[in-house]
């Protein structure tokens, strides 16, 4: 089980490779860096000639996911994994449960902490699993639908 969610798809382009990533790149604010930022487009970040690395441009969730491509003719892959500035603020959340733990066996002993263990396993399972998981659901189901709507996007069933 891996900490932090991701999805890899194998995907068909309605177009050709080339008219789709052109139509992508309309629709992308072209930029080197991944965060969010007011634009009329519909994704921020990187296309070349052969895939793309964006964001959806939602202020405040858009950047949650990281959608990265890459085509082979008609073919290809899409990753959906979380941002790594996201990594970085989800850890530092579920570590602080195990801080707090640290800091009362400090405070009070091992003993009159040991009862506070179950509840922060809870805790950072519903953080895990219930937080993290439904926000990388739905904001990955939107990215992928603004994807499919822009440059034809067909999952390949195996």
């Known amino acids: 089980m891996d900490v932090f969610p991701s999805k890899s798809l194998l995907i068909e382009l309605r177009n050709d490779r080339a008219t789709s990533l052109d139509e992508l790149r309309r629709n992308t604010k072209l930029t080197n860096k991944l965060v969010s930022d007011y634009t009329d487009k519909e994704f921020i970040g990187q296309v070349d000639d052969f895939g793309f690395k964006i964001i959806s441009s939602e202020i405040g969730r858009g950047a949650l996911c990281v959608f990265e491509g890459d ?10 994994r979380i941002n790594s500035a996201f990594k970085i603020l989800f850890s530092i959340l579920m570590l602080m449960p195990v ?3 640290v800091i009362a066996i400090a405070l009070q ?15 950072i399972l ?8 439904l926000s990388f659901r739905f904001i990955s189901k939107t990215g992928l639908k603004k994807l499919t709507r822009i440059i034809g996007l067909k999952e390949v069933k195996d």
């Not at 002993?109 to 805790?123: F, L, N, Q």
């Not at 519903?126 to 998981?133: C, N, P, Q, W």
């Open 71 to 80: 085509f082979q003719d008609s073919f290809g892959t899409v990753e959906i």
């Open 99 to 101: 801080v707090g733990f």
């Open 109 to 123: 002993g091992i003993e009159k902490s040991i009862g506070i263990i179950v509840p922060i396993v809870m805790v």
């Open 126 to 133: 519903f953080i895990r699993f219930v937080f993290l998981e």
